[in-house]
Nanobody, 123 residues
């Protein structure tokens, strides 16, 4: 059974930074696509960034380009999301999810999810 564990959320002021991490365990695929998603109260879950681990190819939603960076960690099956210049509109619960390939960034195409970590940005 796939298990994903996120960490690194917290509360910061606008302009601050946070780094989220996600570790995947017991996954059938040695290489995979890791996606970070977020969901604010009353809003749909949206894709923030995703990375294909064997190539490092990255994809970002326009609202975070230039501020967020997704990367593969040195530890096995660990992916980070570095978030800089955070804005109040980034406030949401952030989730990581995994699937074999990055052909799709739609949340519905990711079957394995973590429990999420809360990010709160105050103005």
């Amino acid at each position: 059974q796939v298990h994903l564990l996120e960490s690194g959320g917290g509360s910061v002021q606008a302009g601050g930074s946070l780094r989220l991490s996600c570790t995947v365990s017991v996954y059938s695929y040695r290489t995979f696509c890791m996606g970070w998603f977020r969901q604010a109260p009353g809003k749909e879950r949206e894709g923030v960034a995703r990375i294909y681990t064997p190539t490092g190819n990255q994809y970002y939603v326009d609202s975070v380009k230039g501020r967020f960076t997704i990367s593969v960690g040195n530890a096995p099956h660990t992916v980070y999301l570095q978030m800089n210049n955070l804005k109040p509109e980034d406030t949401a619960r952030y989730y990581c999810a995994v699937r074999p390939h990055c052909s799709s960034g739609s949340p519905g195409d990711f079957a394995a999810w973590g429990q999420g970590t809360q990010v709160t940005v105050s103005s």
